[in-house]
């Protein structure tokens, strides 16, 4: 029978359900206009549903159940934005048995249940939407799995998570340090009270992860990808590496070289020239290199609830336009492979070039010492800055290295450790780009 129009229930009515609704609704004629059927917000689910007075939805629309949306015949796709695995994953897989097509923002569930997802969605001939769950805003699902389509995707870098860069942008700005950055960004709404995933980079891991999934055709859980945040950045050291030409990004990574796929999150040095160094704020942003188009990047809104909003309404119109065109030519999770010649790289495996801070005593022959034990491990320094002595004895010695291996980097760092003319823990910082 053919569709007169298209019912959507939504599952959590937060921020981005909100957008979700507003868009929807506001501009309800316009999309009936461009996808060819009008697009009905049937149910709303929620155990509070306090923000449904701002919306313009009939009172009935509201349920405090998740499964009066997900069992209801009538609804079409529904649209999973209640977060976290469970009991996301089982609205989710619950759906897909009932036929319905799923559009979710959640990316912890497909970063680390993904696979399951995928096969259900396939399983069931239904479609799995999830542009909204990296980069907000920036159409990097889209852009990756359709218009990127004829290139393999050598590299990418992303910054995708705002609450970090917003923090790291402030440091930089006003050489506040990471606690007072944090606390402003939550008075300004842009961190969450419990910022852990954010500041610890298992949110940028959570969406490179889903990234990679789809820039390289296997499946990727989050766990498998090396994860650094930027607690332990400080503004000393965004300071000297701006003397060296640098600034400091959480950077996600994901880069292929022959058969090995690098993937890692880690507080990176840019050099300041590059277009994405100039990436701050909560703004969001990919580079990607594909072997035909060469470098791109997409830059935007990576949360918040219109931007967010937008993303999920591109897959609901997907889904419309597939079922008015009757070609469904989406993603419903098969197209991964299972088995693979490519292989995920060790960290300690990894090659760059590195910034070392060492707290050292200002005396004859540290230097030397230092780049003794550097030199065993085959670790060539570029440049070094040791800064006066005013009355601090301990001094901050600065180095920039050529390419090294990061297992050498490692043992040099604990040699160097144990000589008494250095005090606390030497601070290394990956650095990506710039002249060898
Ligand atoms: N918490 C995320 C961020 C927003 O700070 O980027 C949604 O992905």
Known sequence: MKKTQLSVGILGLGIVGTGVVKILTEKHRELASKLGLPIVVKRVADIDVRRKRALKLPRNVFVKNAETVIDDPSIDIVIELIGGIHPAKEYILRSLRNGKHVVTANKALLASEGSDIFKAAHKNKVVIGFEASVGGGIPIIKIIREALIGNRIKALYGIINGTSNYILTKMTEAGIDFSTALKEAQTLGYAEADPTLDVNGTDAAHKLAILATLSFHIPVSYKKIYTEGITRITPLDIAFASEFGYTIKLLAIAKQLNTDIELRVHPTMLPKEYLISHVNGVFNAVYVEGDAIGPALYY?????????????????????????????????????????????????????????????????????????????????????????????????????????????????????????????NPVYIRVEGGKE
């Open 300 to 424: 935007g809104r990576g949360a918040g609830d219109m931007p967010t909003g937008s993303a999920v309404i591109s897959d609901i119109a997907d889904i419309a336009r597939s079922i008015k065109g009757g070609a469904n030519t989406l993603f419903r999770g098969n197209r991964i492979q299972r088995k693979t010649n490519l292989t995920l790289q060790k960290i300690e495996d990894i090659q760059g070039s590195y910034y070392f801070r060492f707290s050292v005593l200002d005396r004859p022959g540290v230097l030397s010492k230092i780049s003794g034990i550097l030199g065993d491990y085959n670790i060539s320094i570029k440049s070094v800055i040791q800064k006066e002595r005013h009355k601090e004895k301990v001094v901050p010695l600065v180095m920039m290295t050529h390419k090294a291996r990061e297992k050498d980097i490692i043992s040099a760092v604990k040699n160097i450790k144990k000589l008494t003319v250095v005090h606390g």
